[in-house]
């Protein structure tokens, strides 16, 4: 059922050089709030894009990835991820377990995430549909000694000692939700050189519905829930022939693209932040 498709821009497990990689950014104006990582090598990292592409690869699947940004200013922000995804083929199932870390080492805030991941596929001749969900326990934590609060700042003698906000907590931990969905179609070709796949996921489930949903990230007993992220992806797999000294051999071009918008209130984009990747795999 898995093995009847095509499996597109999957780059982490069939050493594809990366061609080219471009990101558009686009910040729109509003009231802040927290962006999860995103991640330029998007399906290298499956299982974060969209927990319904847990075990799309037969057998047993290990991903590492790592980002750095901005690392000239005081370290900048680091993230790293490992999943360990399984198939199980007989009963349309793969299982995974993943672990996400983010850094930011100037106000030393991290956020770590342990999930779990379940998908089901539903197979067919030239059709696979996949859907998915990651329940995980996310801790939050920061050094209050790294920061310095306009109390602590003297117009004569500058920076002085003592502290005049006192921290509710350092840590903060809540429960998690995310759902995925994709297809991924062969195109009818004969000998599966060519795929399509396209599909969608949301991160945060709970506070889509309610900003009020149980749990809660801020560090002085406020209100900062998470903000939901809603991700549209989709990758395409070509042929381009490459004769050499009367051989034939067979590249893939593979374009691939993700919109990720993330706000309390996904349908108004003015209030939103958004990140565009596209790019082409060789």
Sequence with gaps: MFENLPHPALSSWHCIKSFFVFALLLFASGYGLGQDPSFSQFYANRTYLNPALTGLQEGTSIALASRMQWVSIDKGFRTYDFALEQQFPFLGVGLGLQFTRDEELFAGFNTQQLGFLFSYTIGGAHHNLHFGMKT??????????????????????????????????????????????????????RNQDRGLMMGFSLHHLPWLFSKSAEGNSSFLNGDASPAPRLTFHAAMRLPASLFRQGKKGVLYWM??????VQSYKLLKLDESVMVTTAGINL
């Design 255 to 260: 374009p691939v693209f993700k919109w990720d």
């Design 136 to 189: 995980g326990l996310v801790q939050q934590s920061i050094d209050w000694d790294k920061l310095i609060f306009s109390g602590q700042l003297d117009p004569v003698y500058g920076l002085v000692s003592g502290q005049l906000l006192t921290p509710a907590t350092d840590k903060v931990s809540y429960g998690d939700l995310d759902f995925g969905a994709a297809w991924r179609w062969d195109m009818n070709s």
